[in-house]
């Protein structure tokens, strides 16, 4: 669950150098070509399936966000930013990820697809109880694990309640707070032996002990519905540390609502996204998260963002295990046709090693062949009768080769070391050797054999590096800069006003009697802070609430000034208002600093794009663009 929150969103453009064949150049950028394929690969992708039908951009258009784009990335590269170990190491963890599936061999039919795709269809509302089995437990180990967890649903049989079973036991941390309650969840959400067992149990019943890679796992099954189809969302995120003190977590809540605030005044949420969400991936793309059904996220933000009504909704601050949220809606969408789905169903096949079924032989066999692979029989032979705990010095000897490479004794003794290997036979390891030095061989191939690949880790390493170097030079900069901010400010500070005001304080008062007391203090000519302490000697019999108010932000405010419905459990006897309406007024700047921050941001990134269009130069070949049709 906690990648969702961090997948990598992809970005409005795409890398360079994501087409290998040769291609007449449409644009070269510091010298840097892109071609004409590459370029109308990206223009395509990104003006379909738009949320708004308003941002498709024709091809010269968009030509212009995409030099922009390849300019920061650009200098982002100058500035060795690719070269942080913490961008390797991010990117490499990406690649080994998306790179999983295209290293084996999978098989599926026509069947499991149209049965996963009668499960999308549909959403089961379920809880469960997990007791973890670690992968290397011995047989004795996980006996005793699932003989726990069947008797435990014996004991919910004969009258425990689910819920509290799910605390007594289960070791899923999250069952203390929600008594083991998935929410609604739909295919693909869960793995595939926990789906299989929730999408057979009927309603009501709890089905029989079953293993996952995390441990024996039972489900109750509380329900069954039809899938209320995708919703697309935005959010800002305050990351809260499984290990948090109060302390942190009070600094976190107080941060989230201070962004809520300034949405509520008017800030534009793409902008407050980018600068202070800490989901670093959606932030890039103003908050924008991918396409997600019910159970595809924690239920607490699954259930919150399925309760919007509208696009362009927000909800206040939602609390998960990962940190705080606010959520926008941006867009909603039923199931598709099965031909429509078909290709991403096979997808996730794929990619899903317990969905699939899979042979490690078949594949090394496969690349057996593609890369010639020749065995030296005589080299192996040699090998006959000697130990790796020996420790004896071992000939240097032809063993095999692939793709014109040869491996030697030496090779077999690196791998030896590598994996730690302290005892055994070396002819025991040899058949193990070679699958690994294969599988490694095609591992590095993957960029030039699967372009989609190619394409899609491309797409992963400009968008970590966009995100660095906008967090650097904008982002951060904008909220730091505050004599630069204050500016901005002195110099624009009549583009946000107040509409209309009440400008005053809401009273409310124990009782009538307090009321008239309070009135009569008022009309001596004493202030809130007077009156206060006249009423509140021995305990607090009367409150008041500054501030100010345009219509539609108070209920209480809105029934005495702007003729509003009288609010709920509201007494009007005991709660009242003093104060002035007020005319238009600008905003200070404290008072809108969301606001002027996100312009000062825009201000500070067209300055930037204008040095990096004087530092860089940009051939277009325009001749070229005119051949690309728009979409």
């Known amino acids: 669950m906690n990648r969702i929150?961090?997948?990598?969103?992809?970005?409005?453009?795409?890398?360079?150098?994501?087409?290998?064949?040769?291609?007449?150049?449409?644009?070269?950028?510091?010298?840097?070509?892109?071609?004409?394929?590459?370029?109308?690969?990206?223009?395509?992708?990104?003006n379909t399936n738009l949320y708004n039908e308003s941002d498709r951009k024709s091809p010269k258009e968009y030509l212009e966000l995409f030099i922009n784009f390849k300019l920061k990335v650009i200098e982002a590269e100058n500035l060795k930013m690719d070269t942080s170990q913490s961008f390797i190491t991010e990117l490499a963890g990406y690649r080994k990820e998306i790179a999983a599936p295209y290293l084996t061999d999978v098989k599926y039919n026509d069947k499991l697809e149209h049965e996963l795709y009668n499960r999308m269809l549909h959403e089961v509302h379920a809880s469960h109880i997990l007791l973890l089995v670690d992968k290397n437990a011995s047989p004795n180990k996980d006996k005793e694990v699932l003989d726990k967890i069947t008797s435990i649903r014996e004991e919910i049989l004969n009258g425990k309640d689910f819920g509290q079973a799910?605390?007594?036991?289960?070791?899923?941390?999250?069952?203390?707070?929600?008594?083991?309650?998935?929410?609604?969840?739909?295919?693909?959400?869960?793995?595939?032996?926990?789906?299989?067992?929730?999408?057979?149990?009927?309603?009501?019943?709890?089905?029989?002990?079953?293993?996952?890679?995390?441990?024996?796992h039972i489900i109750k099954v509380h329900d069954i519905r039809e899938n209320k189809g995708e919703i697309q969302v935005a959010h800002i995120m305050k990351?809260?540390?499984?290990?948090?003190?109060?302390?942190?977590?009070?600094?976190?809540?107080?941060?989230?609502?201070?962004?809520?605030?300034?949405?509520?005044?008017?800030?534009?949420?793409?902008?407050?996204?980018?600068?202070?969400?800490?989901?670093?991936?959606?932030?890039?793309?103003?908050?924008?998260?991918?396409?997600f059904s019910a159970g595809r996220?924690?239920?607490?933000?699954?259930?919150?963002?399925?309760?919007?009504?509208?696009?362009?909704?927000?909800?206040?601050?939602?609390?998960?295990?990962f940190g705080y949220h606010i959520i926008k809606k941006l867009n909603e969408r039923p199931v598709p046709p099965f031909e429509k789905i078909k290709g991403e169903i096979v997808s996730k096949i794929k990619k899903d090693s317990e969905r699939r079924t899979s042979s490690k032989k078949v594949f090394i066999s496969k690349l057996k062949t593609e890369y010639n692979f020749q065995e030296n029989k005589n080299g192996k032979q040699a090998l006959n009768g000697m130990n790796i705990q020996n420790k004896q010095v071992i000939p240097e000897l032809d063993?095999?080769?692939?793709?014109?490479?040869?491996?030697?004794?030496?090779?077999?003794?690196?791998?030896?070391?590598?994996?730690?290997?302290?005892?055994?036979?070396?002819?025991?390891?040899?058949?193990?050797?070679?699958?690994?030095?294969?599988?490694?061989?095609?591992?590095?191939?993957?960029?030039?054999?699967?372009?989609?690949?190619?394409?899609?880790?491309?797409?992963?390493?400009?968008?970590?590096?966009?995100?660095?170097?906008?967090?650097?030079?904008?982002?951060?900069?904008?909220?730091?800069?505050?004599?630069?901010?204050?500016?901005?400010?002195?110099?624009?500070?009549?583009?946000?006003?107040?509409?209309?005001?009440?400008?005053?304080?809401?009273i409310t008062c124990e009782s009538e009697e307090v009321r008239e007391k309070a009135e009569d203090l008022f009309g001596a000519g004493m202030t809130n802070d007077e009156v206060a302490a006249h009423l509140n000697t021995e305990k607090e019999v009367i409150t008041f609430e500054n501030g100010a108010w345009e219509e539609a932000r108070n209920h209480i405010v809105d029934y005495y000034v702007w003729n509003g419905s009288e609010p709920e459990?509201?007494?009007?006897?005991?709660?009242f208002i003093r104060g002035n309406k007020v005319g238009p007024e600008q905003k200070l700047l404290h008072e809108a600093r969301g606001l002027y921050i996100s312009e000062y941001q825009n201000y500070l990134e067209e300055q930037w794009i204008k040095e990096l269009r004087a530092k860089y130069k940009v051939i277009i070949n325009k001749k070229l663009l005119k051949t690309i049709e728009g979409v």
């Open 5 to 46: 929150f961090f997948l990598l969103f992809l970005l409005v453009v795409s890398a360079s150098k994501l087409f290998a064949q040769n291609n007449d150049v449409i644009i070269t950028i510091d010298g840097q070509e892109i071609n004409k394929t590459e370029f109308e690969y990206i223009y395509k992708k990104n």
């Open 399 to 506: 063993l095999f080769t692939i793709d014109n490479t040869t491996y030697k004794t030496t090779d077999l003794s690196a791998y030896i070391q590598e994996k730690q290997i302290k005892s055994g036979p070396y002819l025991s390891k040899f058949d193990e050797w070679i699958d690994y030095e294969i599988t490694k061989l095609e591992d590095s191939k993957l960029e030039a054999k699967y372009p989609e690949f190619r394409y899609l880790l491309n797409e992963y390493h400009d968008g970590i590096l966009l995100f660095n170097i906008s967090q650097e030079k904008i982002w951060n900069y904008a909220a730091e800069d505050s004599i630069g901010l204050l500016n901005f400010y002195e110099k624009n500070k009549n583009k946000y006003k107040w509409g209309e005001r009440f400008k005053g304080c809401i």
């Open 166 to 216: 799910a605390r007594d036991y289960s070791e899923d941390p999250s069952a203390q707070q929600n008594k083991g309650d998935l929410g609604y969840f739909s295919a693909f959400t869960m793995v595939a032996p926990f789906e299989d067992a929730a999408f057979s149990t009927p309603a009501g019943e709890i089905s029989e002990p079953v293993k996952t890679s995390f441990g024996y």
């Open 239 to 291: 990351n809260i540390p499984q290990t948090a003190t109060p302390e942190v977590k009070q600094k976190a809540k107080e941060e989230i609502d201070a962004i809520y605030q300034q949405l509520v005044d008017g800030a534009d949420f793409a902008e407050l996204a980018k600068k202070e969400s800490q989901d670093k991936r959606s932030a890039v793309k103003g908050g924008e998260m991918p396409w």
């Open 297 to 321: 996220i924690v239920p607490e933000f699954s259930n919150a963002a399925f309760a919007l009504q509208n696009t362009g909704n927000i909800t206040k601050p939602v609390e998960t295990a």
């Open 569 to 575: 459990n509201f007494n009007s006897a005991t709660t």
